[in-house]
């Protein structure tokens, strides 16, 4: 299985959420719906209109800059990490 | 009887819920909740007592918050806020009012929009009809963003609503939001050269009056106006107060001709009270006459802003008057402002403040 770390800010406001979450493998995209079944809610805080990743929300897949249409192995690990930003 | 007396602070940070009893002398402070989340409005929704906030995160978007329990346990939604997943669909970028009505919600967003959701903030619908408007393509955003900021039914008639946009002036429905009419008539737009425009005027508050179907009360960037037809026609009120420049504007729930205002400097000014001396001035004869009222409130070195959602009014007798300040202060007179308290203070930026009062 991947694996999915969620940042602490995210998984703090949708009950039932870990910050280790284990999913298929599949693309960023698929992931995300993955996640989203999981976690109903997930999706819309991840994702804004397009879909596209949230412009100060970085994903990346086993350390690399990820975008939806990556693909994650089934081994893979998936960062969803909040950029630095806000004041 | 016993009453617990709620006052919902939005700030950049979060919401807050502060209680008192029906004194109004002591203050608890629960919060922050929506940590991290700005909060540009709160509001109970009069149907499910539910606290309903209306907030935005850097982060992770837009959404509508809620409370079924005063404040114990939050969820939230955006499902269904948005103008769709089209190239050049604009992205919701904020909720800046949210309530309760007719058994809806109704959402205000940014960039300018209605929503409503038929379940109790589950999903939303886009009340398409508002931007379907033919002056929609020529809407212009205020320094605060193109924001639909103010959602007001009608107290009888489920058909029709008000909605203020800055900066882009008043619409009302009556067909339930299949379609929208201008109501700027009377209010002038000084920042636009030319005749007065149909749309473009920057309303900052709208409010109705208590007890009054017809009669609305607006704060703008150009003066305040009272309109007794629903908005059709203005009449400027703004001569004795200050400035015709501020934000907020709230009304006395039982009595139509009194209400507040927080005049600022206005124009290429800094939008804080003028001479830097805090001041919030209520009429009591519908816009007639104006009066300072100063008593508690800092008289130098205040350089105060109270934004357009920061100020609110309970429901009591007499009427406490609040508001919030970009600095983070909590002002509050339980004698209908004629004089003022510290009710919190070193709070983050104070973005909206709602009383909400429940039997204890």
Not at chain 2, 17 to 36: K, N, T, V, Y
Not at chain 2, 90 to 102: C, E, F, H, Q
Not at chain 2, 108 to 113: F, L
Not at chain 2, 118 to 125: K, L, P, R, S, Y
Request: hydrophobic share 40%; proline share 6%; net charge negative.
């Amino acid at each position: 299985m991947a694996t999915v770390m969620l940042p602490r800010s995210l998984v703090a406001i949708l009950p039932g959420a870990e910050r280790r979450v284990e999913v298929a493998g599949g693309t960023i995209a698929s992931v995300i719906d993955q996640l989203d079944e999981a976690i109903p809610g997930l999706r819309n805080r991840v994702l804004d209109a397009g879909p596209t990743i949230r412009q100060h929300l970085n994903v990346f897949v086993d350390g690399q800059r990820a975008d939806l249409a990556t693909v994650v192995s089934a081994t893979g690990v998936v960062h969803i990490i909040p950029a630095v930003s806000g004041g | 009887m016993m009453v617990r007396n709620l006052l919902l602070v939005g700030t950049k940070k979060g919401a807050f819920i502060l209680e008192s009893d029906g004194a109004r002398e002591r203050w608890d402070i629960r919060g922050p909740f929506a940590e991290g989340w700005g909060v540009h409005d709160m509001s109970v929704d009069p149907a499910s007592g539910a606290i309903l906030a209306g907030a935005a995160n850097p982060w992770f978007g837009a959404a509508v918050w809620q409370s079924p329990d005063l404040g114990q346990t939050w969820t939230h939604s955006s499902e269904g806020l948005t103008y769709g997943d089209d190239e050049g669909a604009p992205r919701i970028k904020a909720i800046w009012n949210v309530i309760g009505a007719n058994g809806a919600l109704f959402a205000g967003v940014q960039p300018a929009g209605l929503f409503r959701s038929d379940d109790a903030g589950v999903t939303w619908q886009h009340v398409s009809g508002l931007r379907d408007h033919p002056s929609c393509p020529e809407w212009q955003p205020g320094a605060g963003g193109l924001i639909c900021h103010t959602i007001i039914p009608h107290p009888t008639d489920a058909g029709r609503m008000w909605v203020a946009i800055s900066a882009v002036g008043t619409f009302e429905t009556r067909d339930g939001g299949e379609t929208w009419e201008t109501r700027n008539k009377g209010v002038r737009a000084d920042f636009s050269p030319g005749p007065e425009p149909e749309f473009g005027q920057c309303v900052h508050k709208l409010i109705r009056v208590a007890g009054e179907d017809e009669v609305l009360m607006q704060q703008n960037h150009c003066g305040v106006y009272r309109s007794t037809n629903g908005g059709r026609t203005w009449d400027e009120i703004t001569d004795g107060l200050p400035t015709d420049f501020g934000f907020p504007m709230v009304g006395h729930p039982r009595d139509a001709s009194t209400a507040w205002v927080i005049p600022l400097d206005g124009g290429d000014k800094l939008h804080m009270v003028p001479e830097a001396k805090a001041a919030v001035w209520r009429t009591s004869d519908a816009g007639g006459t104006w009066t300072r009222l100063d008593t508690g409130l800092p008289q130098e070195q205040a350089y105060v802003q109270v934004l357009r959602e920061a100020m609110a009014v309970d429901r009591l007798d007499p009427v406490g008057v609040y508001f919030g300040t970009s600095g983070g202060r909590l002002y509050g007179s339980v004698d209908e402002g004629a004089s003022w308290s510290v009710v919190a203070d070193d709070l983050p930026p104070i973005w909206s403040v709602e009383a909400h009062v429940v039997d204890a």
